[in-house]
């Protein structure tokens, strides 16, 4: 069964940094694209960042600028680096990826920054 395992979320002053880091486990086939999702209270989820295989990112407009993603595919991980953090960024943060096979979420990560 496919696991993808998120971590670095917490807590941190706006102004702060975070990284947040996923890993798949079990995936089986080479995965396409890796990209970071969000969902704040009372909003519809969105979309962070993106990146494929070919290493071609995209951003949402609210984090040009501050986030930068990056994967590493002998690992099967992917990692959002944010920077310069917003109280408007506090929202529980999703990893996905997807294979030709199948899409997978993590079971997401919490992240808060207070002002």
């Known amino acids: 069964q496919v696991q993808l395992v998120e971590s670095g979320g917490g807590l941190v002053q706006a102004g702060g940094s975070l990284r947040l880091s996923c890993v798949a486990s079990?995936?089986?086939?080479?995965?396409?694209?890796m990209a970071w999702y969000r969902q704040a209270p009372g909003k519809e989820r969105e979309l962070v960042a993106r990146i494929t295989n070919g290493a071609g990112t995209n951003y949402g407009d609210s984090v040009k600028g501050r986030f930068t993603i990056s994967r590493d595919n002998a690992k099967n991980t992917v990692n959002l680096q944010m920077d310069n953090l917003k109280p408007e960024d506090t929202a529980v943060y999703y990893c996905y990826m997807n294979t030709w096979a199948s899409s997978y979420w993590g079971q997401g990560t919490q992240v808060t920054v207070s002002s």
């Open positions: 079990r995936i089986g086939f080479a995965i396409n694209t």
